[in-house]
């Protein structure tokens, strides 16, 4: 009878765990994998993007890409957001703030999403709006970002950079000298295109780095690598970054200068350094260069054909317009090469290449043909004896937010990203270090 009764327990106990199992199994879903609904994005500049990821569980991310000490990073803020017609309201779940930022937007359809106060009323300023993007590369596992490198939209991922897209870190090799006679002849046949270091101590360089907002202490501590490398090689360096960038200084060190690099914002022929706008005429009557001397520009509006202020796509002529009335403020008072690049960490790597006496049009077409594409070589229109080059970097999906201010009222505009020409040279083509000494 016991065993019976015992049975019997046993059997109502198993149908019970079967029944809740059986329950669990019908009324437990799995959780399934939240989904992108939205995107949007605020490219400051190339170097300062932000994007907003909102996702159908009502979570959301908040990336900021930036770069701190020379290095790329991502910051992300995550938390949840509440949608109710056309409001969204951020709540961060983070520690910690990334990013002082609005909590609360208006989402316009065909326009974006735009910061406002408690009442609705929109905040117009230059970082409040974001393009609604649709760009598919944000639906995808990874993506390429030009200046970032390899990306991944896996929301758990807490580092969102997967690959660093490889930024130049100059080798300084310095030239072998040797007091003993046989050192410098077995040093002479391992690399021929070595100059003495007594030949490049009299070479003269002038550095100049003028105030660019933001962007000034990336640009002073860029050319600063420029200097090393240079000092390193012997060469005579002479350096002003704003606030001490002043043209009365600048024009008393150039005298004799066989380089010269300027970093800072352009427009055709001008320089801008502290306290000063330098117009073509005023640097060409105050440059006091060596002949032949070689002329670089980095980052600056124009120089390569590329303006920060354009709104569309220029035309090639229109480019070849603005490289060649750059480098006329040079080549026409005896200059011997004018090159232009707006990326980061390019003049060193050109330098590297003039130093081991390779011609400008041969280190001009590696270098722009590593991120653009070289669209002109022809004669140069104010001297048949020079040549011109263009290289231009294709259109992206990305777009950009600007604000456009007129009369004293601002307004933003949703450009989409258009071709740019990023690297340009004016110069003999057979132009050489060798041509420094003449």
Known sequence: MKTLKLLQALLIAGLLSFSSLELI????????????????????????????????????????????NKKPRVKREKGTYILKKQKLVLKNSSKTQPKEHSERFIIKENEGLFACNRFGKIDRSSQSSYIDNKDKKFWQATYKDSVFGEITNDRKATRKIVEVKPLYVPVINQPVVSSNEDDKNEADRRDLTLISRDSLKKLKAIIIVGPVEEDTKEFIEEQKVTALYLKSLGVQVFEFYHPNAKWADIAKASVGANILVYAGHGSVSVFCVTNQIVESEKIISDLKL?????????????????????????????????????????????GGAYYANNYDYSVVPFLESFFKRQNIKTIYTKAASEWTKIEVFKKYKYDSNFDIGIASKEASDDYYICTITENGKSRTKKIKAFKSYEVAYVGKPNYTVNDLFK
């Not at 400051?44 to 900021?64: C, G, H, P, Q, W």
């Open 25 to 68: 199994a019908f009324t437990t879903k799995p959780k399934s994998v939240a989904k992108l609904n939205y995107v949007f994005t605020n490219y400051v500049n190339a170097r300062n993007k932000e994007i907003i990821k909102l996702y159908d569980d009502f979570s959301y991310e908040f990336l900021f890409f930036e770069f701190h």
């Open 290 to 334: 060596h002949k032949n001397a070689l002329v670089i520009l980095n980052h600056a509006c124009e120089s390569a054909g590329a303006s920060a202020a354009d709104m569309k796509e220029i035309t090639q002529i229109e480019a070849l317009r603005r490289v060649g009335d750059y480098a006329k403020t040079f080549v026409s008072t005896n």
